[in-house]
């Protein structure tokens, strides 16, 4: 591939997957300017192996690998230097409701309360739940977080279970 096929597939790939990226991006980090810096080095990460690309899954499955694996790097870099807020800040909820075309107030409050739950979620399980939102199959995810599907499965049930009481707890139900 030469470098004018290079970065027309390359900014092909982005347009397809940046808000999907950045929002995993986001979930992740919860604070936007260490976001930026995450999505910032996801597609250099992209643009750097883009060669190596073989085509065996999806290309957004690739990239999604790639996002996570930066995103967990990303993380234990900077964790020895800063506390992880594990609540949704401001930022990310101009960027929740940036995403809610929806003018029902109820869902948005309802939605608003699922991104504080899962802002308060593990790491890995933060990840899953992203990727389910964004409509990714339980493969898909296997494939990306490294686990089997089977399990990705388990983690989902355990997911739903701990974002319903969260949710409840925090609508007063």
């Known amino acids: 591939m030469n470098k004018n096929e290079k970065e027309k597939y390359f900014q092909k790939i982005f347009n397809e997957n940046k808000d ?56 234990k ?4 230097k800063k506390e992880m807020n594990p609540v949704i800040d401001e930022e990310k909820m101009k960027v929740i409701k940036s995403d809610i075309k929806n003018n029902n107030i109820e869902q948005k409050e309802l939605l608003r309360i699922l991104y504080l ?5 593990k790491r890995q399980d933060k990840i899953i739940i ?7 199959s339980h493969k898909e995810i296997s494939d990306i977080v490294g686990i089997t599907i089977n399990y990705v499965g388990v983690k989902f049930k355990r997911i739903k279970e701990v974002l319903g009481i969260c949710i409840e707890e925090k609508d007063g139900r």
């Not at 929002?23 to 930026?36: G, H, P, Q, W, Y």
């Not at 870099?77 to 020895?80: A, Q, T």
């Not at 992203?130 to 990714?136: D, H, K, Q």
């Open 130 to 136: 992203t990727l389910l939102l964004e409509g990714l």
């Open 77 to 80: 870099r900077f964790s020895r």
């Open 20 to 75: 999907r990226i950045y929002r995993l991006c986001f979930s992740v980090i919860e604070n936007k300017n260490d976001a930026d810096d995450l999505f910032q080095e996801v597609m250099i990460n992209v643009w750097n192996n883009l060669e190596k690309f073989r085509g065996e899954s999806e290309v957004s499955t690739w990239i999604y690998r790639i996002s996570v694996n930066s995103a967990l790097l990303f993380n």
């Open 117 to 121: 739950c899962i802002g308060k979620l």
